[in-house]
C-alpha cells in the first residue's frame, strides 16, 4: 500500500513477555519515528531513525525497549520483560525530511498503530 | 521533548457552530503543524503553518503561526459530525537536534 503499515494491529501478552512491532513506511521515506500514545494523550517520542541509525533514541523509556531498523526501511520496536504500563498505542510515521535540513516541512505520515495490551 | 499547552482539553459544540483551540510554548519553534485523529487511526496532517504571523486556511479550518513564533491557533468553522476526533498541535524547531513534540491534545465533539 501507499500509507505507513503497522503489525500487529492489536497484541495482548502477559506480564514478562517479549513483543515485536513492526512498521512498514511509505516507500523512499528515510525518516522513521517510534511513538507512544497512552489514553487521553498525545503521542509521546520514542525514537527517531534516519536510514539505518538511531539518530535519536532519548524517549526510550528504559533498557527494555529497543528498535532497529536494518536496511533503513522496515523497522521493528522491541519491548522486553513487558509489564502493564507499557500498555498503548504504538505509532510509527515516517516522512522525507532529513536531519539538519532547515528547509524541511516536519510533516509526518502516521500508520494505524498498534494497541498493545499487557495483561 | 518541550511540552506544548494545548486547549481547551475537550469541547462540545452543535453542529454548525464554529470552533477556536490552541497551543502555546515557551519556546520559539519554526513551523508548527495541527493534526486529527479519528478513533482507531494514526494522527492526520490537517494544516502546517512555516512562518511567523501567517495565517493559512484549508476549506472551513483556518490556523495562525503566532507572531512570537509561541503560539497558534486552529478554528473550525460551521462543524459537521466527522469534525469529531482529537485536535494535535505539533511542532519541530529545525536543526539537527530538534525534538518532534505534540500537545496532549484537544477532543472535539459534535451533536448533530
Known amino acids: 500500500g501507499a500509507g505507513v503499515s503497522q503489525t500487529p494491529s492489536n497484541k495482548v501478552t502477559e506480564k514478562g513477555k517479549y513483543v515485536e512491532l513492526r512498521c512498514d513506511p511509505i516507500s523512499g521515506h528515510t525518516a522513521l519515528y517510534w511513538y507512544r500514545q497512552s489514553l487521553g494523550q498525545g503521542p509521546e517520542f520514542l525514537i527517531y531513525?534516519?536510514?539505518?541509525?538511531?539518530?535519536?533514541d532519548s524517549g526510550l523509556p528504559n533498557d527494555r525497549f529497543f528498535a532497529v531498523r536494518p536496511e533503513g526501511s522496515v523497522s521493528t520496536l522491541k519491548i522486553q520483560r513487558t509489564e502493564r504500563g507499557d500498555s498503548a498505542v504504538y505509532l510509527c510515521?515516517?516522512?522525507?525530511?532529513?536531519?539538519?535540513?532547515?528547509?524541511?516541512?516536519?510533516?509526518?505520515?502516521f500508520g494505524e498503530g498498534s494497541r498493545l495490551t499487557v495483561l | 521533548g518541550q511540552q506544548l499547552n494545548q486547549s481547551p482539553q475537550s469541547m462540545f459544540i452543535q453542529e454548525g457552530e464554529d470552533v477556536s483551540m490552541n497551543c502555546t510554548s515557551s519556546?520559539?519553534?519554526?513551523?508548527w503543524l495541527w493534526y486529527k485523529q479519528d478513533p482507531g487511526e494514526g494522527p492526520v496532517l490537517l494544516i502546517a503553518?512555516?512562518?511567523?504571523?501567517e495565517l493559512t486556511s484549508n476549506g472551513r479550518l483556518t490556523a495562525q503561526f503566532g507572531i512570537t513564533r509561541k503560539d497558534s491557533f486552529l478554528n473550525i468553522s460551521a462543524s459537521i459530525p466527522s469534525d469529531v476526533g482529537i485536535y494535535f498541535c505539533?511542532?519541530?524547531?529545525?536543526?539537527?537536534?530538534?525534538?518532534?513534540?505534540f500537545g496532549k491534545g484537544t477532543l472535539l465533539t459534535v451533536n448533530p
Open positions: 503553518l512555516y512562518k511567523a504571523g
Open positions: 519556546s520559539i519553534f519554526n513551523t
Open positions: 531513525f534516519q536510514g539505518t541509525g538511531a539518530a535519536d
Open positions: 510515521a515516517s516522512s522525507s525530511i532529513t536531519a539538519g535540513d532547515s528547509s524541511n516541512t516536519g510533516e509526518l505520515f
Open positions: 505539533h511542532h519541530h524547531s529545525g536543526g539537527s537536534n530538534y525534538k518532534l513534540t
